[in-house]
């Protein structure tokens, strides 16, 4: 071999010592980059739960807000019909009449049956929204698992490549 053939390959294996020995580092930070991403990731997985008990208090204090109002407008309700039933048995000039009191069930029934539609919507959009906040933190619990799996995949590889061949590291070679 001439001794510019010798040269190159020694310039060859010094190249590869070094770029192996580079790209170890770089394995070496980008694997510990990965592990605070996936700390990260914990930290929040952690804190979703907080998350959706607010979210689901949120729901459940707007439903108690609807269904106080409803309960003063069936309340106000009850009193007007009460109200034009006095006045019509006033009016009669008699202590009840059988106009004024078919009247006022006539009116109680559909009061009655008002105030339970709307409370059985309200309690249908309760539903919906816890429903709706158990969907969004089963599906960002489930992306944030999946995100962590895939970010330790990728940690383990740039483990595999921080342990790499290269030759001024390797078992029983100094």
Same mark, same amino acid.
């Given at each position: 071999?001439?001794?510019f053939t010798i040269a190159m390959?020694?310039?060859?294996?010094?190249?590869?010592?070094?770029?192996?020995?580079?790209?170890?580092?770089?394995?070496?930070?980008?694997?510990?980059?990965?592990?605070?991403?996936?700390?990260?990731?914990?930290?929040?997985?952690?804190?979703?739960?907080?998350?959706?008990?607010?979210?689901?208090?949120?729901?459940?204090?707007?439903?108690?807000?609807?269904?106080?109002?409803?309960?003063?407008?069936?309340?106000?309700?009850?009193?007007?019909?009460?109200?034009?039933?006095?006045?019509?048995?006033?009016?009669?000039?008699?202590?009840?009449?059988?106009?004024?009191?078919?009247?006022?069930?006539?009116?109680?029934?559909?009061?009655?049956?008002?105030?339970s539609f709307q409370s059985e919507?309200?309690?249908?959009?309760?539903? @919906?929204?816890?429903?709706?906040?158990?969907?969004?933190?089963?599906?960002?619990?489930?992306?944030?698992?999946?995100?962590?799996?895939?970010?330790?995949?990728?940690?383990? @590889?740039?483990?595999?490549?921080?342990?790499?061949?290269?030759?001024?590291?390797?078992p029983g070679w100094g």
């Amino acid at each position: 071999m001439d001794p510019f053939t010798i040269a190159m390959l020694g310039l060859s294996a010094y190249q590869a010592f070094a770029g192996q020995k580079a790209e170890k580092k770089q394995a070496g930070i980008q694997s510990n980059y990965l592990g605070q991403q996936i700390k990260g990731i914990d930290t929040a997985l952690g804190k979703l739960g907080g998350v959706k008990d607010s979210q689901e208090q949120v729901a459940k204090t707007q439903y108690d807000i609807g269904q106080e109002r409803l309960n003063i407008g069936q309340s106000q309700n009850q009193e007007k019909i009460s109200s034009q039933y006095g006045q019509a048995v006033q009016q009669s000039g008699l202590s009840t009449t059988a106009g004024a009191e078919e009247y006022k069930q006539r009116a109680d029934k559909q009061s009655e049956n008002q105030f339970s539609f709307q409370s059985e919507d309200l309690m249908a959009n309760l539903g @919906q929204s816890l429903a709706g906040v158990e969907e969004w933190y089963t599906g960002e619990q489930d992306r944030l698992k999946s995100e962590k799996m895939s970010l330790k995949y990728q940690r383990s @590889q740039a483990q595999e490549k921080k342990k790499g061949f290269y030759f001024g590291k390797n078992p029983g070679w100094g």
